[in-house]
């Protein structure tokens, strides 16, 4: 299941929150407008009628009417609405204005004054009925003025007034939309940062997270994290000890047996005395290599201690070592490097990769009887960015079906010889450590050819 990230989180909320607000204030915006602008109107409408009440007067018993520029169907102010009204005497009689103008059906307590909403001509009109009394001689006469308007008016300051309210909330909107972008991406930067600094650095580094500018509720974040980091730099140390601990302690004893076994005289008479030795040799190399394995293991190496260092200059020094070995056993040995070749590595594994690298030429380019073939070269050369460490001998190659199970721990091609099927599993740890990659290739017409490419430091 994909889980939200804090930012979506919140801008989620965030507009949630603004929409139901803008949703609740355009509502509340438009009703309290109709409510202002209809009073507006209705205020109007009552002055015209009081302008009408005002033109009313009783003659001979009857209720006159005055209004010689007061046409029946009035404009607006805007032209755009029309005004009706009528004027009825206390028998229903109607003296001036439009006969048909609707009434209220609901003046049941006969108020004086009663604003209503209509249809007059199937268009919707908003109608004052007002009934209003004179005196004539001790007598009451009472006209009832009903005076009614079209609502485009009304319609026309809604919307204006609307369009303006909803322009400048919009804008509002707007602004808060960025405000709240620019503070919760500035809010969450602490986090975002973290992020990017523990996927930035390499896997291996366990060095401590600065707890420096780091927020309070980030801050227990990179503390837990941290403690882990220490918790899993003291294990990794322990089983880097214990590994070395249990080395030494088997390397000894066998050390000392083998010195017993080439002094006994018995074993020399017997004649098994080299097959016992070969046996305390290959013991005493495994368990060398078995602690190799177990200290390049990526996951548990601290790559941390890793420096600029000339590859070229270890391998001279390893070559150095080895040539004697090499001549002895009836080879050929080349050394051909340029002078720099600068990486970031750890001068200690990358001995034991090339030494991997050379005892097995020495030991596999050799006849089926055992007698060394040809040259062995150790080369070290730049290509672009790269420096390519590569060992070449003229031997029988491994056939290209086995080159990825070469690389397993304890696949051995060669059983026959002394080894232990870890020396290839240590080369490719190392290299993955260097984040080197490894190439083999056999050559024409026969030998087996390793390269390692490491990235170049200059
Ligand atoms: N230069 C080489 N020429 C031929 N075969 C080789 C060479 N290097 C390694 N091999 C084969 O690959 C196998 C694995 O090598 P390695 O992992 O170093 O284990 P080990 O040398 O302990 O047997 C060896 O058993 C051998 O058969
Ligand atoms: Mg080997």
């Known amino acids: 299941m994909k889980t939200l990230s804090i930012r979506s989180r919140l801008i989620n909320l965030l507009s949630i929150s603004l929409i139901i607000v803008a949703l609740a204030s355009f509502c509340s915006i438009f009703i309290f407008l109709n409510y202002k602008v209809n009073k507006h109107f209705d205020n109007a409408l009552m002055a015209e009628a009081s302008n009408i009440i005002n033109r009313l007067y009783v003659q001979r018993g009857q209720i006159q009417f005055i209004a010689p520029e007061l046409s029946i169907n009035l404009q607006t102010a805007s032209g755009k609405g029309s005004v009706f009204y009528s004027i009825e005497n206390e028998h229903k009689t109607v003296i001036s204005g439009f006969e048909s103008i609707p009434r209220p ?3 049941k307590r006969m108020d004086n004054v009663v604003f209503y909403d209509a249809e007059y001509a199937t268009e919707p009109i908003r109608a004052l ?9 001790g007598v009451g006469y009472y006209a009832t003025i009903i005076i009614a308007e079209t609502l485009e008016d009304r319609h026309d300051m809604i919307q204006e007034i609307f369009l303006v309210i909803s322009g400048v909330t919009c804008i509002l909107i707007f602004i808060v939309v960025i405000v709240s972008l620019i503070a919760v991406n500035k809010g969450i930067e602490p986090l975002v940062n973290l992020q990017y600094f523990i996927k930035k650095r390499d896997i291996n ?12 509720e980030v801050l227990s974040l990179v503390e837990s994290i941290n403690q ?12 880097e000890h214990f590994n070395a601990d249990v080395s030494h302690q088997l390397r000894t004893p066998l050390a000392e047996l083998k010195v017993l076994i080439e002094m006994d005289e018995e074993l020399k008479k017997g004649g098994h005395k080299n097959k016992y030795i070969k046996i305390i040799d290959t013991m005493s190399h495994t368990t060398q290599q078995l602690l190799m394995y177990a200290k390049t293991n990526p996951d548990a190496f601290d790559r941390v201690r890793f420096e600029p260092m000339n ?14 070995f090499f001549y002895q056993e009836g080879f050929e040995f080349e050394f051909d490097a340029i002078d720099a070749t600068w990486i970031n590595g750890g001068p200690i594994i990358l001995e034991s990769l090339i030494n991997n690298l050379l005892d097995n030429a020495l030991h596999y380019a050799r006849t089926p009887e055992g007698k060394a073939i040809g040259v062995v070269i150790l080369r070290v050369k730049k290509e672009d960015k790269r420096i390519i460490l590569s060992v070449i001998d003229e031997g029988p190659g491994i056939e290209e079906c086995y080159f990825d199970k070469v690389y397993e721990r304890f696949f051995r091609l060669d059983t ?11 080369v490719k740890q190392i290299a993955l450590l260097h984040n080197a990659t490894l190439f083999l290739s056999n050559g024409t017409p026969q030998g087996l050819r390793i390269d390692v490419s490491f990235p170049s430091l200059a």
């Open 416 to 426: 026959k010889t002394y080894g232990s099927g870890l020396g290839l599993g240590i």
């Open 129 to 137: 009925l007002m009934v209003h009394k004179m005196e004539r001689n």
């Open 205 to 216: 580094d366990l060095t401590p997270i600065s707890e420096k500018n780091v927020p309070k």
């Open 311 to 324: 590859l070229t200059e270890l391998c001279q020094r390893v070559a150095s070592d080895k040539v004697l």
């Open 105 to 107: 059906h609901f003046n």
């Open 228 to 239: 882990l980091f220490i918790k899993l730099k003291k294990s990794f140390s322990h089983i």
